[in-house]
């Protein structure tokens, strides 16, 4: 499955660059065909066959592992399709055949209708049943994504993206707190992380209001409540700043971790509870594309967190 999750991973990445401007799109062609290679080494596997490495592409997996030449073989349907993409991917990689906008729609066409017809004859499901989760190297936010898959098909949408938000907001949390650090914070942090308890503006205005005395002439008879709304306000322009720079920082792509604020409630949490509570807007009602969009964000961020990682050389005395 976790093959499986990387093939789906590595074909969403061929969509994204597919509906890039030229050039930047001709990659696609590349990222698709290697997507393809790696369902079929995996189909190979998952079989038991044995296929020669010397054969051209087409006759080394849609022969070599057909009914015919092989007794647990699978008949694979999308072969012309395939072919033209290994064409298109030949001429690209080997001879600076620039793949032009047809040909790499042909060739997300052709990708799509391959995966979508043989993922089930091979593996028994559906390919966009695949769970990308599984790629996911986090054990709570792997966790999160699962829980919140499962709300979503028993309907319970609002619950579904009330814990999408909350998987972002751990995986931040455990990206941003180091424990060698000075004071638990890395250099992704910006600071400390405001307290997910804040106080109401009304709280902040009930607080600050004194009784008078003679130290108050001169000062605004609403001076409490404008300054318990310019806190407030200043409060949560800086956490917004604070989070947009450490996911900007990170590599993620700001307007996508915009969309994605925009889409999924707002998390509170009140008293001691350790519980979430989701707020929304009235008429609150994101359909399954923007559910799909808000999920994969944050199995993108969890990637991208974890490549960094990989990457991160310590200082030599430690």
Partial sequence: MKNLAFIRLLYRQGIEQSILPEPLSFTSVLTF??????FLIVTAEHLGAVVKDRDPFIKRFFEGLHPDNFADGVELRGQYGIKRLNDLRNGFKHTAGFPGPVAIAD???DTAHFFEENTPRVFGLAF????LAEVVQHDQTRAHLK??????SQG???EA???LAVALEDLMDAQIYDEDAPRRTSVYSFGERLPRNILRTGQVHAILRQPDHESRRGVPARGAGQLAEEFTQTRDVTRALQEGMRLMVLGVDFHQYQRFT???PSVGYYGNSPEPRFSVETGYAPNQDEFDFCRQFVITVALRLTEINARAVPPSWK
């Fill in 33 to 38: 065909h290697d997507a393809v290679e790696m």
């Fill in 107 to 109: 060739a997300k066409a």
């Fill in 128 to 131: 966009d049943d695949i769970d």
């Fill in 147 to 152: 829980t919140a898959a499962q709300l979503d």
């Fill in 156 to 158: 319970s949408r609002l």
């Fill in 161 to 163: 993206m009330g814990t």
């Fill in 262 to 264: 925009q889409l999924t």
